[in-house]
Nanobody, 115 residues
Framework: QVQLVESGGGWVQPGGSLRLSCAASRNIFSFNAMGWYRQAPGKQRELVAGITSGGNTDYADSVKGRFTFSRDNAKNTVYLQMNSLKPEDTAVYYC?????????WGQGTQVTVSS
């Protein structure tokens, strides 16, 4: 069983920064892909940033230049550095990992951007 535990969410003013963490219960190299998704109230869950086993990183157009996906292999942890946050970034952020055709999700962490 795979467990993903997110942390780092919270409240921040527009223009501020947050760093989300996702700790996996197994070696992150065992996953075909990992990524961060978000879901705002009344909206569908969307991909924010993700990395494949080949090492390619993709970002949603709305976060390019502001968010950065990274990983610490030794800690089995991936991160999402979020800078220049906007109110429209408010959402529950989820970590997702794929392995052997199965998706695994974390419990989500709330990010609220408001003044």
């Amino acid at each position: 069983q795979v467990q993903l535990v997110e942390s780092g969410g919270g409240w921040v003013q527009p223009g501020g920064s947050l760093r989300l963490s996702c700790a996996a219960s197994r070696n992150i190299f065992s996953f075909n892909a990992m990524g961060w998704y978000r879901q705002a109230p009344g909206k569908q869950r969307e991909l924010v940033a993700g990395i494949t086993s080949g090492g390619n990183t993709d970002y949603a157009d709305s976060v390019k230049g502001r968010f950065t996906f990274s990983r610490d292999n030794a800690k089995n942890t991936v991160y999402l550095q979020m800078n220049s946050l906007k109110p429209e970034d408010t959402a529950v952020y989820y970590c997702r990992a794929g392995r052997n055709g199965l998706p695994y999700w974390g419990q989500g962490t709330q990010v609220t951007v408001s003044s």
